[in-house]
C-alpha cells in the first residue's frame, strides 16, 4: 500500500496559478490510478481529475476541464495538479488519493492529508 503526501498549496490571486504535488512511498505506486479532490468550506469532498495507471487516461470535473491538467511521473512515485486561471470558488482543501480508477471517494482507498489552496478574489 501506498503514502502520500501532498505539498505545493497556498493563498494566490484570482487569475493566478498553482502546482500541487503528491509524493508517494511505496513499490506498488505505478499499479494505482491517482486522483485530486477537493473539500471546500461547508461542501462534501468533491471529484477534481484523475489519471490511469500509465497516465494514458485522464477525467476532469467539468468544473476544472481546460484549467486544470493532472500528471504523472511512476519513475519519481509522484502526481502532480497544474492549476491555470484559479477562481475563488477554487478555495479549499485539496487531497490526492490512490484506487481504481473512478469519479467517487469510494473508489480510492487511500488518502493523503490534504493541502489548503485559498483563491483571493
Known amino acids: 500500500q501506498v503514502q502520500l503526501v501532498e505539498s505545493g498549496g497556498g493563498l494566490v490571486q484570482a487569475g493566478g496559478s498553482l502546482r500541487l504535488s503528491c509524493a508517494a512511498s511505496g513499490r506498488t505506486f505505478s499499479v494505482y490510478t491517482m486522483g485530486w479532490f477537493r473539500q471546500g468550506p461547508g461542501k462534501e469532498r468533491e471529484f477534481v481529475a484523475g489519471?490511469?495507471?500509465?497516465?494514458?487516461?485522464?477525467d476532469y470535473a467539468d468544473s476544472v476541464k481546460g484549467r486544470f491538467t493532472i500528471s504523472r511521473d511512476n519513475a519519481k512515485n509522484t502526481v502532480a495538479l497544474q492549476m491555470n486561471s484559479l477562481k475563488p470558488e477554487d478555495t479549499a482543501v485539496y487531497y490526492c488519493a490512490a484506487g481504481l480508477w473512478g469519479v467517487s471517494r469510494s473508489d480510492y482507498n487511500t488518502w493523503g492529508q490534504g493541502t489548503q489552496v485559498t483563491v483571493s478574489s
Open positions: 489519471i490511469s495507471w500509465s497516465g494514458g487516461r485522464t
